[in-house]
């Protein structure tokens, strides 16, 4: 049986076959949370009033921060409601609401590593043309290009999505309302959806990861070419964080959206889905930036400047 009308929104089922796990997770997500808000937020601040972090790179880092900051802001706080308690009903509004900022925001963190990826190539490959490439005006447009990227997916996605035949028990079985998710709780033909769905995958997954992939080459080379241990030593740490943090998003994110229907995403999604809304937004500002030498030094004259 198919309804397109949902009055009472829909069931997320989450974890809740383990209600034992529930009550845990409750608790690991809140201080993931809690670390989240901080560390995202300790990066936007520290990129803000340092002038030492005043570049191409920093920049482009604290967005990512605020990427992550509204991502899981998006997702979270309904998910500790459903983590804590009986009731994991979500309104269609908010079902609609929740549905536009996850596709939005993600698709933009997928454009937004494309770019990141090729600020490093720049800075690595061509080091005399840096600041004439990556001047300011110009990481402003590709910024934008990736938040215009974020907003076309979530235009193009969601009339489609909300269109579908969906089975009158609307038990969705995650924790958050994802298209992938709503494919799967249909009742009727989803071939032409899934298809769009699998080409916007590879457009934002699989595409990126690409071009990521090669410029890292691109950077692999030259870094043979560095003379100056230190330097060399310094690119390979900020390269290696920066591809830890690729494969880590790209990684979890394509299996969910590429197949959405088939037998290992309906298993494995919601556990997918856990790592890349709480676990990546919290280890983008460690592996990124935290454990660099600049911005301790920032963090640590900040202090030294609020202390009396």
């Known amino acids: 049986m198919t309804n397109k009308s949902f009055p009472m929104g829909f069931i997320l089922l989450g974890f809740s076959e383990w209600p034992h796990l529930e009550m845990i997770l409750f608790w690991i997500v809140i ?14 601040l520290l990129s803000c009033v340092d002038p030492h972090l005043y570049t191409p790179m920093y920049f482009f880092l604290s967005n990512l921060s605020f990427l992550d900051l509204c991502f899981t802001t998006t997702t979270v706080p309904h998910m500790l409601s459903n983590l804590w308690g009986p009731g994991k009903i979500i309104t269609h509004t908010g079902c609609v609401i929740q549905l536009c900022m996850l596709l939005c925001l993600g698709a933009t963190e997928c454009v937004m590593l494309v770019v990141m990826a090729f600020d490093r190539y720049i800075a690595i490959c061509q080091p005399l043309h840096y600041t004439i490439i990556m001047h300011h005006q110009f990481c402003w447009k590709l910024v934008l290009i990736a938040w215009l990227s974020g907003l076309i997916e979530s235009v193009t996605q969601i009339p ?112 997918f889905t856990f790592f890349y809304t709480v676990v990546t937004p919290l280890l983008n500002p460690l592996i990124y930036s935290l454990r660099n030498k600049d911005v301790k030094n920032a963090m640590l004259q900040l202090l030294r400047r609020g202390s009396p």
């Open 160 to 271: 489609v999505t909300l269109q579908l035949p969906f089975c009158t028990h609307h038990r969705l079985d995650d924790f958050l309302c994802e298209v992938p998710a709503l494919i799967r709780l249909t009742c009727g033909d989803t071939s032409a959806i899934e298809w769009q769905m699998t080409i916007s995958a590879i457009l934002f997954t699989i595409v990126p990861l690409a071009l990521i992939l090669t410029s890292y080459g691109y950077i692999a080379q030259a870094l043979g070419k560095i003379q100056s241990k230190d330097g060399r030593q310094k690119a390979i740490a900020t390269c290696s964080s920066h591809l830890t943090v690729v494969f880590m998003f790209y990684g979890t994110v394509a299996p969910v959206y590429t197949y959405p229907k088939n037998h290992f995403a309906s298993t494995y999604s919601k556990f």
């Open 31 to 44: 201080i993931l949370y809690t670390m989240i808000i901080l560390s995202n937020s300790i990066i936007i």
